[in-house]
C-alpha cells in the first residue's frame, strides 16, 4: 500500500484511467464485431457503414493515447482490406 500522498492520487488516477481505457477498448472491440458480422452475412452496405463507424472510433481512441496511432492505423487497414475482399466478390 502507498504511503505518500503523491503516490495515493497516482493510484486514483491510474484507476480512473484504466476504466476509462477499459471502456474505450469494449466499444471498438464490440464495433468490430459488428462489422465482422455485417461481412460474413454478405451485407456489404451494411458492411461499408459499420467500417465507417469503426474507423471514427478506432481514430477517437488513438487520439486520446488509449491506444497508439499506428495500432488503429493497421487494424483499419486490415478491416478494410477484408471489407475490399467481399466488395469484389460481390461485384
Request: aromatic content about 2%; cysteine-free.
Amino acid at each position: 500500500m502507498a504511503h505518500s500522498l503523491s503516490a495515493k492520487k497516482r493510484i486514483r488516477q491510474n484507476t480512473k484511467k484504466r476504466t476509462i481505457n477499459r471502456a474505450r477498448k469494449s466499444q471498438f472491440k464490440t464495433q468490430i464485431k459488428h462489422l465482422e458480422t455485417a461481412m460474413s452475412s454478405g451485407d456489404v452496405e451494411g458492411a461499408s457503414e459499420q467500417y465507417r463507424l469503426v474507423a471514427q472510433k478506432l481514430d477517437k481512441t488513438a487520439a486520446t493515447s488509449t491506444m497508439h496511432k499506428r495500432t488503429a492505423a493497421r487494424k483499419k487497414s486490415r478491416l478494410a482490406k477484408k471489407l475490399n475482399q467481399i466488395k469484389a466478390k460481390k461485384g
